[in-house]
């Protein structure tokens, strides 16, 4: 897992396969950024081939998370296969999702919104 910091943004990068292990990963991941002030952070699903409860609750505790510490959470680059349990599951209506990170940042430039980029990696 890789997350990358730039000002006020955190970039993560959740492991292929979001399961019991891949969801520890993540919420490992998410604990040591919590400390941290930022104001958004972006779950970038490019490498997500797999998803599991597991990992959908690991998600939610993330969202929880981030709302707790006053931060927007986005999600981008959702593979076809992941986005539609997204959709079984409703959650595509719990979590903000963009097509591609690139779509994501024409957003915040948009908005006029500091991009900031924060890497963990986990093996």
């Avoid at 399961?19 to 400390?35: K, Y």
Wanted: aromatic share 8%; net charge negative; charged share 20%.
């Amino acid at each position: 897992m890789k997350s990358i910091s730039v000002n006020q943004t955190i970039l993560l990068h959740p492991p292929e396969r979001l399961d019991a292990s891949g969801g520890r990963a993540f919420q490992q991941q998410v604990a040591a950024i919590l400390p941290e002030q930022h104001n958004l952070w972006v779950i970038d699903m490019s490498l997500v081939d797999f998803v599991d409860s597991s990992g959908l609750f690991e998600l939610v505790a993330g969202l929880r998370a981030a709302r707790q510490q006053g931060c927007r959470l986005v999600i981008c680059n959702l593979k076809a296969t992941v986005r539609l349990i997204f959709e079984i599951t409703q959650l595509d209506r719990a979590f903000e999702i963009f097509d591609s990170y690139d779509g994501f940042v024409q957003t915040l430039v948009q908005d006029a919104a500091p991009l900031i980029n924060i890497g963990l990696v986990a093996a």
